[in-house]
């Protein structure tokens, strides 16, 4: 007969495995329906919210590929279709003329705050930890991101933890540990950032973004 107390035996680490992953149904599930309701893929919403940090510049379709984790092929794709709905463009890239970027329309950059919004419906589930919790979780979470991006499993991202400008644990205030180099300044766990627009890879000197 089977033991409900088995799970007792059950690493955390597994445990913390099962709750991510439905997280993750909830937000693929979201995703389907927020994007049904613009008359998008998914993958064409992903694409409007990560051009919106990139108004100005654009990105090329490799960028693009690279941060959505998939094919040129597939990116491609779903960038011509977006074309022909006229939410982006296609123009010669401002630093090479033999390159091409993609950018948002004033369409699209309205059809990318929404698809950017998609996860909202997380927050309420957020907000009910506590300020504590919210930090303890939330620097878990940038250090499996960092440690997910070392392995080459997903995108890189343009966090604190691997820019050139951070300097961790650097003060002895519990709760303004780190030093950012580049605005000179003491921040806690809570600042950490996922999505810098001044990120500077400490590993090469570059931005994921260029």
Same mark, same amino acid.
């Given at each position: 007969?089977?033991?409900?107390?088995?799970?007792?035996?059950?690493?955390?680490?597994?445990?913390?495995?099962?709750?991510?992953?439905?997280?993750?149904?909830?937000?693929?599930?979201?995703?389907?329906?927020?994007?049904?309701?613009?008359?998008?893929?998914?993958?064409?919403?992903?694409?409007?919210?990560?051009?919106?940090?990139?108004?100005?510049?654009?990105?090329?379709?490799?960028?693009?590929?690279?941060?959505?984790?998939?094919?040129?092929?597939?990116?491609?794709?779903?960038?011509?279709?977006?074309?022909?709905?006229?939410?982006?463009?296609?123009?010669?890239?401002?630093?090479?003329?033999?390159?091409?970027?993609?950018?948002?329309?004033?369409?699209?950059?309205?059809?990318?705050?929404?698809?950017?919004?998609?996860?909202?419906?997380?927050?309420?589930?957020?907000?009910?930890?506590?300020?504590?919790?919210?930090?303890?979780?939330?620097?878990?979470?940038?250090?499996?991101?960092?440690?997910?991006?070392?392995?080459?499993?997903? #995108?890189?991202?343009?966090?604190?933890?691997?820019?050139?400008?951070?300097?961790?644990?650097?003060?002895?205030? #519990?709760?303004?540990?780190?030093?950012?180099?580049?605005?000179?300044?003491?921040?806690?766990?809570?600042?950490?950032?996922?999505?810098?627009?001044?990120?500077?890879?400490?590993?090469?000197?570059?931005?994921?973004?260029?």
């Amino acid at each position: 007969m089977h033991n409900p107390f088995d799970i007792l035996n059950q690493p955390i680490s597994q445990r913390m495995i099962t709750g991510l992953a439905k997280i993750c149904t909830a937000l693929r599930s979201q995703a389907w329906q927020g994007a049904e309701s613009q008359g998008l893929s998914p993958t064409q919403g992903r694409i409007l919210a990560l051009l919106q940090s990139e108004t100005e510049t654009g990105m090329r379709l490799s960028a693009i590929a690279a941060g959505l984790a998939t094919t040129p092929a597939t990116a491609s794709d779903a960038v011509s279709s977006l074309v022909k709905k006229g939410l982006v463009s296609r123009d010669r890239a401002a630093d090479d003329r033999r390159a091409i970027s993609i950018r948002l329309t004033p369409e699209g950059l309205h059809q990318a705050k929404q698809a950017a919004s998609w996860p909202d419906f997380l927050l309420d589930a957020v907000e009910a930890l506590s300020p504590e919790e919210q930090t303890v979780f939330f620097k878990g979470l940038t250090t499996i991101i960092q440690t997910l991006q070392e392995l080459n499993k997903i #995108p890189v991202s343009k966090m604190c933890l691997t820019c050139h400008y951070f300097a961790p644990h650097v003060y002895d205030d #519990p709760r303004r540990p780190h030093h950012c180099n580049l605005v000179n300044a003491p921040f806690g766990d809570r600042d950490l950032r996922l999505d810098c627009p001044e990120h500077l890879s400490a590993i090469d000197g570059s931005n994921p973004a260029s």
